[in-house]
C-alpha cells in the first residue's frame, strides 16, 4: 500500500495527475484505512480545482461517512 501511495506521490509531483489518481485510488482500495493516499487524492483534487500548491498546507481534511472533504483557505469545499 505504502509503495502504491508512493509511485501516485511521485507522479503528482511531476505532473502527471491522473495517473497520479489511479495510484492512490488503488492505495485505498488495498487499505481503506491508508490515509496517506486519500491526503494524496484531496491533493489531486484540489490541484484539478485550483488551489495552488502553497495552500495546500492550509487545507482541513474532515471525515464524514467514509468520505473525506476537503476545505481549502479560499472557502471551496471539495469531497474526495
Known amino acids: 500500500t505504502?509503495?502504491?501511495y508512493e509511485?501516485?506521490?511521485q507522479l503528482l509531483e511531476r505532473g502527471h495527475p491522473?495517473?497520479?489518481r489511479r495510484y492512490f485510488?488503488?492505495?485505498i482500495k488495498k487499505d481503506r484505512t491508508?490515509?496517506?493516499a486519500y491526503i494524496g487524492k484531496?491533493?489531486?483534487r484540489s490541484k484539478a480545482a485550483g488551489v495552488s500548491?502553497?495552500?495546500l498546507a492550509d487545507?482541513?481534511?474532515h471525515a464524514d461517512d467514509d468520505r473525506l472533504a476537503v476545505n481549502s483557505g479560499c472557502g471551496r469545499r471539495i469531497s474526495v
Open 18 to 20: 491522473d495517473k497520479a
Open 25 to 27: 485510488r488503488g492505495a
Open 53 to 55: 500548491p502553497m495552500s
Open 59 to 61: 487545507i482541513g481534511i
Open 2 to 4: 505504502g509503495c502504491t
Open 34 to 36: 491508508f490515509l496517506p
Open 42 to 44: 484531496a491533493a489531486h
Open 7 to 9: 509511485v501516485g506521490r
